[in-house]
């Protein structure tokens, strides 16, 4: 039987987590520049170093979705689920560890998906707005353009 005691033990040490998490994940993205991690093995390798008190976290949550029952690959697909969730968490706790609520609204975008329902996805904390899905665009456009240009230049 649980006491409210173990509760608050629980919910201190995960809130720690939680925000060692995301501030290995804020300097990754946001300080560093660099894009999200989208394989759950170098996402686990690259929390665990950046902040050793975070060994073990992940297997913690993968763990408690009763991997022992799931085949090969609902395994794998599952590590990815866990992955998203971590950035989902931390994403929550700071609203600037954003990039991959972005690539996901990019791939939304360009697979067709709605303004409304890109908008909708993003009320319910899964991917950034249309707007910022827009804006992100015109960046890469941009950026496309600058680094066509500059290659031709050197070619030429």
């Known amino acids: ?8 033990n629980f919910s201190s040490i995960f809130n ?4 060692r998490l995301t501030t ?13 991690i989208n394989d759950p093995d170098e996402f686990i390798k690259m929390i665990e170093t950046r902040d050793p008190e975070l060994i073990g976290f992940f297997e913690m949550l993968y763990q408690s979705m009763n991997p022992v029952s799931k085949n ?17 968490m931390a994403g929550l706790r700071n609203k600037q560890v954003t990039s991959a609520k972005k ?3 990019l791939y939304l975008s360009s697979s067709g998906t709605s303004a409304s329902t890109i908008n909708t996805l993003s009320n319910l904390g899964f991917t950034t707005t249309y707007k910022t899905v ?3 665009k015109k960046k890469i456009v941009k950026s496309h353009e600058k680094r066509l240009l500059e290659y031709l230049r050197n070619k030429v």
């Not at 720690?16 to 925000?19: G, L, R, V």
């Not at 290995?24 to 999200?36: K, R, T």
């Open 72 to 88: 090969p690959t609902t395994l794998y697909n599952l590590k990815k689920k866990v992955m998203i969730l971590c950035y989902q």
């Open 103 to 105: 690539k996901i609204g």
């Open 16 to 19: 720690d987590k939680i925000k």
């Open 1 to 8: 039987m649980y006491t409210s005691l173990d509760a608050v």
């Open 134 to 136: 827009t804006r992100e």
């Open 24 to 36: 290995v994940l804020d300097n990754y993205q946001c300080h560093e520049n660099n894009e999200p």
